[in-house]
Nanobody, 124 residues
Framework: QVQLVESGGGLVQSGGSLRLSCVNS????????MGWFRQALGKEREFVAA????????SYEDSVKGRFTISRDNAKNTVYLQMNSLKPEDTAVYYC?????????????????WGQGTQVTVSS
C-alpha cells in the first residue's frame, strides 16, 4: 500500500521561497510518476507539476514555469517541489500524487494515490 506524506508548507512573504517534500512509502517508488497539485479555497484542484520515474521528463502548469522546480530522489523515496518567487495567488493546499505509470499527465484521474496536503500561504 502506498502512503504519501507531504511536508514543508507554511507562511511566506511574496517573493519568498519554500520547498515542499513528499515521501512515498511504496516499495517501488521509482516506478511511479509523481505529481503536485494545489487547491485554493473555493476552487478546483489544479495541476502544478509532474516528473517521470527517472526524473528525465517534467511538466509544469504555465503560471509556475520558471518559478517552481520538481525533482525526486529515488534513494529517499521523496519528491520535491522547490517554489521560488512566490505570489499571493500561489496560496493553496498543495497535494502530492503518485501514478503507477512511466508517462506524464496533468489530469487528476491519472493519479492513483494522494497525500493529505500541506498548506502554503503567501502574504502580500
Amino acid at each position: 500500500q502506498v502512503q504519501l506524506v507531504e511536508s514543508g508548507g507554511g507562511l511566506v512573504q511574496s517573493g519568498g521561497s519554500l520547498r515542499l517534500s513528499c515521501v512515498n512509502s511504496g516499495r517501488t517508488f521509482r516506478r511511479y510518476t509523481m505529481g503536485w497539485f494545489r487547491q485554493a479555497l473555493g476552487k478546483e484542484r489544479e495541476f502544478v507539476a509532474a516528473i517521470t520515474w527517472s526524473g528525465g521528463s517534467t511538466s509544469y502548469e504555465d503560471s509556475v514555469k520558471g518559478r517552481f522546480t520538481i525533482s525526486r530522489d529515488n534513494a529517499k523515496n521523496t519528491v520535491y517541489l522547490q517554489m521560488n518567487s512566490l505570489k499571493p495567488e500561489d496560496t493553496a493546499v498543495y497535494y502530492c500524487a503518485a501514478a503507477w505509470s512511466s508517462a506524464l499527465a496533468s489530469t487528476r484521474n491519472f493519479y492513483d494515490y494522494w497525500g493529505q496536503g500541506t498548506q502554503v500561504t503567501v502574504s502580500s
